[in-house]
DNA sequence: GTGAAAGCGCTAACAA
DNA sequence: TTGTTAGCGCTTTCAC
C-alpha cells in the first residue's frame, strides 16, 4: 500500500486513527461530541501526518474563506502600508487572512484584481478605489465592500475617509493668518478624489482672502517639481508659501526652496498634507495635516466585519478629523 | 423555478446557455474545441450572470490555487512593504495573488499564520523567518519555500539575503580611516539574525583596529535610545562616533546628538544601516548603508516561481552586495 | 464537438 | 457517540 504522495487528506487521518470521515470533522471543528479515545486517537493521528484541513473544500460547502482582499494602490506608500498593517491586524482578530492587490490607481488593475478575488470568494473587499473605478465588476460578487481613504466613484458604497477638505482649509488659512500672500498650491494627479478636495480647501481659502490662486497640480517627481516650481522662485510671480497637498512632493519643495535659497520660513513658508517620519526632524521642521491612517484603516476593517456578522452595513461614510500640526516651516505663531 | 440567490455557478451558466457543464468549463479555461456557436452563447451567458469560476472547486481537483503566502514580521516597515510591493509585483506576472501575514517577529505568532497558509493551500511561501522559526511547522506542507532578509534557522532552506557583515565592515572601517577612535554600535533585536551580522561586521573592524567595542544591542524605541546613549555623550566615556544598526533607531540618535548640542559630524560621526528617504536631506545627511530591497524581494519571488515551474530550486543561497553610501555625517572624505 | 458522470476534501443530515 | 452518504463547483475522462 503506497502512502498518497500529496498533502494528507481528512480520510488519511479517519483511516489512520480508525475511525469515519465524520468524527474527525468533529474533532478539527472543537471536538465536541467525540469520546475521550477517538479524540485522541484523531489528534495524533493529525499530528502524526501534518494534516492541515483543506480550506478549498470547507468554503465549497458555503462556509466563509475567512479571507478579504485588500486593493490599495501601492502597498509601498506609507499611508496604505500602515493601512495594510492595521487591517490585516483587525482581520487577524477575526481568525481572517488578507488577500493583497496592488492597483496603481489604474481601474484596468483593479478591476482584473477584483475580478481575481471574486475568484477566491473572500468574504469581504476593503478597497481604495480608483478615480475610473467601475462598480459594475461587482455584478454578483456577494460580499459586502468597504472603501476607504477615498469614496466609490458615483456609488452609495460604506466609506471610511478624512476630511480633506477641512484639512486643506485649515492649513491654508494657517498660512494666509501667518501673512502669506501668494501661497502655490503642489499637488500630484489632479484626477484623485483627495487631491480635488484639497486642491478645493485651499481655493476656497485664497479666495475668501482676496489672494492668488496659485496651484500647479500635475507634480509626479522630484523633476517635474523642480520644473512647476521654478517660475514661482524669483521675479515678480515669486511665491511666499507652498501648500504641499501630495506626500512624496513635499520634500521635493523643501530640498527645491533650499536649494534655491530660499529662507524657509522666512521666505516662503510650507504646509503640508500628511505628516510623515522626519516632518519634525527636519530644519525648519514642516507644519503638516496630519490623517488618522490607522484610525481610518481600522474602523474600515471593523466595517466589513460588522457587515458579515450583521449581514447589512448601518453606516454609509464615515468622515474623520484631522489635525494641524503646528511647526516652525509656517513662519506662525502656534496659535 | 426561483433562482438559486448566491453567486451564480458553472451549472447555472450551462443551463442558461443550453449546453452541458464541460462545454463551459472549455470555455472559461481557453475555449478550445467548443463551435463558435456554442462559445458565443457561454460567453454571453457568463456575461448576463456575472460568472467567476469558483478557485475553491478548481483548486479542489489539484490544480494550482494561483496563490503565494508571504510572511513578514511588519508591513509597515519600509523594508517589508518595499518587499511586499515588489513581490506582489512579481506574483501579478505569474497570474499568482498575495496572501499577507505579520508575525511581528514572533515564532508562535508566525506558526500560527503558516497554519493559516498552509489550509489555504498556497501554492509557495515567501517568508522572512522569525527567530525562533520552526521548521516542522512546514511537515506535509507540500510547496515550496523561500526565505529572504534572514536564513532559516537550522534549516537549508533557499534563501535571498544582503551581505550583512561586508556592509557593517565597510560602514565601521569608513568610520575609523575618518579618525574615529570611540565608535558605539546601537541595535535594536541582538537576537535578530541581522542584526548579529551586523554588530560582527563592527566589531571585527574595532577589534583589528584596537579600538573599544562599545555596543548597545537593546535598543528599541526612542526612550531607550535615550538612555543608551547619553552615558556616551560626556565624560571620560564620550563617543566620536555611532554607528546604528537599526533603522528606526537612527533618527532617534540623530536627534538625541542634536539635542544634546553635540556636532555632527564634527564631534560625533553617524553612520547607519538601511537607507532611508531622508538620509540625504537632513543636516547633514547621514551616511548609511543601503541594501538592495526590491532587489533581494524580487530575487526571492523569482526563486519561488522557478521552484514552482522547474519544480526545484537550484540555488540555495543569494547574497546580494550592499552599498556604503558615503554621507557628511561620517566627517570623511568621500574618497 | 459535446455531454454525462466520477471525484477532489470537506460538512451536515441522517441512521444506527 | 458514531459512521455513511450526499452534495458544494469544478475538471476530466469517456462515450456518443
Known amino acids: 500500500m503506497k502512502p498518497k504522495r500529496s498533502v494528507p487528506a481528512l480520510m488519511d487521518v479517519a483511516r489512520r486513527a480508525g475511525v469515519g470521515a465524520a468524527t474527525v470533522s468533529r474533532v478539527i471543528n472543537g471536538g465536541q461530541n467525540v469520546s475521550a479515545r477517538r479524540l485522541a486517537a484523531v489528534q495524533q493521528a493529525i499530528e502524526e501526518l501534518g494534516y492541515h484541513p483543506n480550506q478549498a473544500a470547507r468554503s465549497l460547502k458555503g462556509a466563509r474563506t475567512k479571507t478579504i482582499g485588500l486593493v490599495v494602490p501601492s502597498v509601498a506608500d506609507p499611508f496604505f502600508s500602515a493601512a495594510a498593517e492595521a487591517i490585516q491586524e483587525v482581520a487577524r482578530g477575526h481568525g481572517t487572512l488578507l488577500l493583497l492587490a496592488v492597483s496603481e490607481n489604474q481601474s484596468a488593475r483593479e478591476q482584473e484584481q ?20 467601475d462598480f459594475s465588476m461587482f455584478k454578483h460578487a456577494g460580499f459586502p465592500v468597504v472603501c476607504f481613504d477615498r469614496p466609490f466613484p ?57 489672494l492668488p490662486y496659485l496651484a500647479e497640480v500635475s507634480v509626479q517627481d522630484h523633476e517635474s517639481a523642480v520644473a512647476a516650481l521654478t517660475p514661482y522662485l524669483s521675479g515678480r510671480s ?40 522626519l516632518a519634525d526632524t527636519l530644519d525648519p521642521p514642516i507644519c503638516v495635516v496630519r490623517q488618522p491612517v490607522v484610525g481610518i484603516a481600522r474602523r474600515a476593517a471593523e466595517m466589513l466585519f460588522e457587515a458579515l456578522d450583521r449581514g447589512q452595513v448601518q453606516t454609509k461614510m464615515v468622515k474623520m478629523e484631522v489635525e494641524l500640526i503646528h511647526r516652525a516651516s509656517c513662519g506662525g505663531h502656534s496659535r
Open 154 to 210: 458615483g456609488q452609495d458604497i460604506p466609506v471610511v475617509l478624512s476630511d480633506n477638505y477641512a484639512g486643506a482649509k485649515a492649513a491654508t488659512e494657517h498660512l494666509v493668518k501667518a501673512g502669506r500672500k501668494r501661497i502655490l498650491c503642489l499637488s500630484g494627479d489632479p484626477q484623485l478624489f483627495t487631491s480635488k478636495r484639497r486642491v478645493k480647501g485651499y481655493r476656497d481659502v485664497v479666495r475668501a482672502a482676496g
Open 238 to 277: 515669486r511665491i511666499d508659501a507652498v501648500f504641499s497637498i501630495k506626500n512624496a512632493i513635499t520634500v521635493s519643495a523643501y530640498k527645491i526652496l533650499r536649494d534655491a535659497g530660499l529662507e524657509v520660513p522666512k521666505m516662503v513658508a510650507i504646509a503640508a498634507y500628511d505628516d510623515f517620519e
Open 114 to 133: 477584483v475580478a481575481s478575488l471574486i475568484q477566491r470568494r473572500i468574504d469581504g473587499l476593503i478597497l481604495a478605489p480608483s478615480d475610473g473605478a
